[in-house]
């Protein structure tokens, strides 16, 4: 009966490396984590933010908002629209994807960088047909729990019609 013990020893060995092997990466650990999906949702909190504006001057006059976005963290991927709600002080409005906006998805690896972009028609101060919004903040889609709250210096936002204010798609940005 020499077989049984090579049995058992081949038996022992493929345990270890099967207990050894996982494709969790779901885990708190950094090891695990290391390795993620290269098809992960882009998480907020490993993206560097800045955003730029072009104000609108006066009440009926178009402006943008254009939020860049540094992933700083492993290689993600951004599949849809971003999140963006306009908070006033009794009022929280959610912003529509600009008309005939596509969905894309996007790829970013670490260092890479995209933008969005919200469009306003600026209000009339004090007017029944304004929204007085005075932050926005916005999500990543796959990434919903976390959200990126900014001041909104940009004057009132016309509701005529609806409110008047949309957001682009993820653009790519640098090279």
């Not at 009440?59 to 991927?77: H, P, R, S």
């Not at 529509?96 to 933008?115: C, R």
């Not at 919903?144 to 940005?173: I, K």
Request: with cysteine.
């Amino acid at each position: 009966m020499r077989t049984f013990p090579l049995t058992l020893a081949a038996a022992l060995a493929a345990t270890v490396l099967l207990t050894g092997c996982s494709d969790d990466t779901s885990g708190g650990d950094d090891v695990k984590n290391a390795d993620r999906p290269s098809d992960a949702a882009c998480a907020l909190g490993d993206m560097g933010v800045e955003v730029g504006d072009g104000a609108a001057p006066a009440a009926g006059d178009t402006g943008t908002v254009t939020v860049t976005l540094t992933n700083k963290g492993a290689q993600c991927t951004l599949k849809g629209f971003p999140g963006v709600d306009l908070l006033a002080d009794d009022k929280t409005t959610s912003v529509s994807p600009d008309k005939g906006a596509k969905a894309q998805t996007l790829t970013l690896g670490k260092g890479g960088t995209t933008s969005f972009t919200i469009t306003y028609v600026r209000g009339e101060a004090g007017s029944a047909e304004s929204l007085d919004v005075h932050k926005a903040s916005f999500t990543l889609p796959g990434d919903t729990r976390t959200a990126h709250e900014l001041t909104w210096s940009y004057g009132e936002v016309s509701r005529t019609d609806g409110t008047q204010a949309s957001v682009s798609g993820f653009e790519t940005s640098g090279d």
